[in-house]
């Protein structure tokens, strides 16, 4: 059982797939079995009404961990354990998980008006009956800062924004706990991101909501975080406190990460751009994975993978961690 401050813990989970090509083939071709390790050995605690972040470039595993967590795959090895979140009359019970996902429009049957996407889950959980339900649609649509006059419309008649709200409606109409948001702003533009977060963090005051937020964009997740995890290559590279990361981030990878962010009080100061590409997750390198990229990178880390580990509250698996 987890502390009990601990809404989920993770502990040394992997999520490997058989790519395999078919059995004849691989005879044929003399080839052996391919396995592509999306998240592989992560660990990881989140607190009870905090936002834990994980940010990584695309195809680092995030969406696959997010999937973990809401029990959307399995996890080859390792577990996920749950404690608990206080019910409405305060008692706790098993936290209630809900996903988020990029595009809105795809997670919104366009047949149905607002009304009946965010009444399901009232009807679906038997949380109101009759009349009860409009009103419970009216109240979360004021919620998430759209009108109660638009539960009769359809989600095309709305903005990539606004259909976030949405979602953000549905999900809290379940009496969600736990919120796992798979990039939930990156389709927006950054002024309707910016509003979209700031409801998000308004939410979380006011419901006590705790969040796995997943970004590949360090800015966005900056003022959302209380704990931040950077993932390279199905692995977290650096974890620890937000802060302690944003300010004194140690591995050669979230540096990089940290260093494309605009810097407002001095845009035109140099920057060391991240190149490269991320390696196939099917031939990860066999020392540190960021090593092909890494301009500090020697021969212990072409053949010796870092662990995680260190000094405070932040963990860096890195051999040159300053
Ligand atoms: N069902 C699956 N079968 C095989 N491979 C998969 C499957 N799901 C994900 N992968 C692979 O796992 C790796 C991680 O994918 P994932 O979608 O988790 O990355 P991501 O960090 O979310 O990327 P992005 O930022 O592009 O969304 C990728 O190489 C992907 O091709
Ligand atoms: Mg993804």
Aim: net charge neutral.
């Amino acid at each position: 059982m987890p502390a009990p401050d601990t809404i989920l813990e993770a502990r040394d989970v992997s999520c490997h797939f058989d790519v395999s090509p078919p059995w004849l083939t691989r005879v044929v071709e003399r080839r052996g079995r391919r396995i592509l390790k999306a998240v592989d050995g992560v660990s990881f605690r989140v607190r009870r009404g905090t936002t834990f972040s994980i940010v990584g470039e695309s195809g680092c595993g995030k969406s696959t961990l997010a999937r973990l967590v809401v029990g959307l795959v399995q996890p080859t090895a390792g577990t996920i354990a749950f404690g608990t979140a206080p019910d409405a009359q305060g008692k706790p019970r098993t936290p209630r998980l809900q996903m988020i996902f990029q595009d809105p429009y795809a997670s919104l049957n366009p047949r149905w008006t607002v009304e009946d996407i965010v009444a399901e889950p009232l009807h679906e959980l038997k949380l109101r009956q009759g009349a009860a339900i409009s009103a419970r649609v009216g109240e979360l649509l004021s919620l998430v800062g759209l009108a109660r006059t638009d539960a009769s419309r359809y989600p095309h008649e709305f903005s990539g924004g606004q259909r976030q709200r949405i979602s953000i409606a549905r999900a809290l109409a379940t009496e969600a706990d736990l919120l796992v948001c798979d990039e939930p702003t990156s389709a927006l533009d950054v002024s309707v991101q910016a509003q979209v977060l700031n409801l998000m963090r308004g939410l979380q005051a006011e419901l006590a909501l705790t969040y796995v937020f997943i970004s590949h964009n360090l800015a966005v997740v900056r003022h959302m975080s209380d704990d931040l995890a950077v993932m390279y290559l199905g692995r977290f590279v650096e974890t620890g406190p937000a802060e302690g990361v944003f300010e004194g981030a140690r591995h050669p990878y979230s540096r990089l990460l940290l260093d494309t962010i605009p810097d407002i009080e001095s845009p035109n100061r140099e920057r060391a751009p991240l190149t490269g590409e991320v390696p196939n997750p099917i031939n990860r390198p066999r020392g540190c994975a960021f090593a092909p990229r890494c301009s500090l990178a020697t021969d212990l880390c072409r053949s010796e993978r870092p662990e995680l580990g260190g000094r405070g509250d932040v963990a860096v698996a890195c051999h040159h961690a300053a």
